[in-house]
């Protein structure tokens, strides 16, 4: 099993976990990453609340860092923003319960090639208990690449789901991962365009999953607020 919530080892399990740091004279983060090591022999295990702890710090982390503007690219200012929306529950429209930031989900395959990826946010759809990979877009980014895109996340997921249901439980995330469900999001998410290729569209069949496009402020950078102005389900 490849790393997305942790590695399998001999006899125990590896989780591997990051941390966004800032680096003096620099707007970019630096991404440290940290191993908890489950041997399966020790009893008991590694502290649960040590991950809940990570978890919870790397939220208001990230929040921190969004509020002294030290991240200077836009992409990752939206990622914080939206994550301190979905803590404090003022994401309106969109009843999601923030999980992790930046989930590494092993090697996937995009564009033809494979490539070790992140899914943006891991969230929790609050009535339903789904799972919600949450994929923020470029502005004018092309549907159907970033559906496609988002979809092999969701596979990846899917693969492994039995490997990863002992973990979400470890967690305490009481997230339901036989019910998966994708949000692409972006400031004016292709409004040009609101119907998948059948390609795309047959692939996300394929998983039974939801998937949906959300449209948000196109100020948001300027206002530092998020408010969804439409939400359209593709499939």
Same mark, same amino acid.
């Given at each position: ?18 941390? =966004?740091?800032?680096?003096?004279? $620099? ?19 590694? $502290?649960?609340?040590?991950?809940? /702890?990570?978890?919870? $710090? ?29 803590? +404090? ?5 969109? +009843?999601?319960?923030? *999980?992790y930031y930046e989930t590494p989900v092993g090697k996937v395959k995009? =564009? ?8 943006? &946010? *891991?969230?929790?759809?609050?009535? $339903?208990? !789904? ?10 980014? +092309?549907? /159907?690449? !970033? ?8 596979? %990846? ?6 490997? @990863?249901?002992?973990r979400i439980a470890q967690l305490g995330w009481d997230a339901n991962?036989?019910?998966?469900? @994708? ?5 004016d998410m292709i409004s040009n365009n609101t119907k998948l290729d !059948? ?8 998983? =039974? ?7 948000? /402020?196109?100020? %948001?950078?300027?206002?530092? +607020? &998020?408010?969804?102005?439409?939400? =359209?389900?593709?499939?």
């Amino acid at each position: 099993m490849s790393n997305c919530f942790g590695t399998a080892c001999s006899g125990g399990f590896t989780l591997l976990l990051i941390k =966004n740091m800032k680096v003096l004279g $620099s707007r970019r983060p630096r991404q440290v990453k940290e191993n908890f090591i489950f041997t399966g022999l020790e009893k008991p295990p590694i $502290s649960y609340s040590e991950l809940r /702890n990570h978890f919870i $710090s790397e939220a208001k982390n990230m929040i921190y860092h969004r509020k002294n503007n030290d991240f200077g690219y836009p992409e990752k200012w939206l990622h914080s923003l939206l994550i301190e929306k979905m803590q +404090d529950g003022t994401l309106s429209g969109l +009843d999601l319960e923030f *999980l992790y930031y930046e989930t590494p989900v092993g090697k996937v395959k995009r =564009n033809k090639q494979f490539g070790r990826e992140k899914i943006d &946010i *891991l969230a929790k759809e609050r009535h $339903s208990k !789904a799972m919600v990979v949450v994929e923020v877009k470029k502005q004018g980014e +092309d549907l /159907n690449s !970033a559906v496609s895109q988002g979809l092999s996340y969701v596979g %990846w997921l899917e693969k492994y789901k039995e490997e @990863l249901k002992p973990r979400i439980a470890q967690l305490g995330w009481d997230a339901n991962i036989e019910n998966l469900k @994708l949000i692409m999001l972006a400031p004016d998410m292709i409004s040009n365009n609101t119907k998948l290729d !059948a390609t795309v569209s047959d692939y996300a069949k394929k998983f =039974n999953c939801e998937v949906k496009a959300v449209y948000i /402020n196109l100020n %948001w950078e300027t206002e530092e +607020d &998020i408010s969804v102005k439409g939400i =359209n389900t593709l499939l």
